[in-house]
């Protein structure tokens, strides 16, 4: 199978930069001050709630959120699209099956919150479930291969 992937240096980047804004978001949890961060950013499209409808404009906004939320998924994408040092048949399946899982869940999950989860709570779960398919895809794909490669040691 003849994937396009990145090489495997680029999956220590991606975990720095997952480190970063895990870090980063439990400070912002911690000390909301943080979120007080404002720089002006173009924006195509503002709608405001009791206000009016923007296009193609400079915005001042909360700057911490949005190099969060990139930094988080491009360091997602890096550890999940980088080849593992021995990219053989077995990797190529279980990365296949791993987002099969991810996006399968995800969805579960998404059904689950149009079911009960209502108000700006719901607002809250959709922009978490923006991650969940990177999130879940990186926890299944490490753990089955830490699982095998435990599994390997002791057969030896």
């Keep these: 199978m003849n994937t396009?992937?990145?090489?495997?240096?680029?999956?220590?980047?991606?975990?720095?930069?997952?480190?970063?804004?895990t870090i980063l978001y439990i400070l912002t949890i911690v000390n909301n001050d943080l979120?007080?961060?404002?720089?002006?950013?173009?924006?195509?499209?503002?709608?405001?709630?009791?206000?009016?409808?923007?296009?193609?404009?400079?915005?001042?906004?909360?700057?911490?959120?949005?190099?969060m939320g990139v930094l988080f998924?491009?360091?997602g994408l890096l550890v999940s699209f980088s080849k593992e040092p021995i990219e053989d048949e077995f990797i190529g399946k279980l990365r296949l099956s791993s987002w099969m899982w991810a996006v399968g869940l995800n969805y579960i999950l998404l059904i689950f919150a149009f079911l009960f989860v209502y108000g700006t709570a719901f607002l809250s779960v959709m922009i978490y479930g923006m991650f969940t398919v990177l999130i879940i895809f990186i926890l299944r794909f490490n753990f089955i291969l830490f699982q095998n490669k435990r599994q390997t040691k002791h057969e030896e």
């Design 35 to 67: 979120t007080d961060w404002k720089a002006p950013v173009f924006a195509i499209c503002i709608d405001e709630l009791l206000g009016e409808h923007k296009w193609f404009v400079w915005q001042d906004t909360e700057i911490i959120q949005t190099v």
């Design 4 to 21: 396009l992937l990145l090489p495997h240096r680029f999956k220590k980047v991606g975990w720095l930069l997952l480190a970063i804004t």
């Design 73 to 75: 998924i491009v360091g």
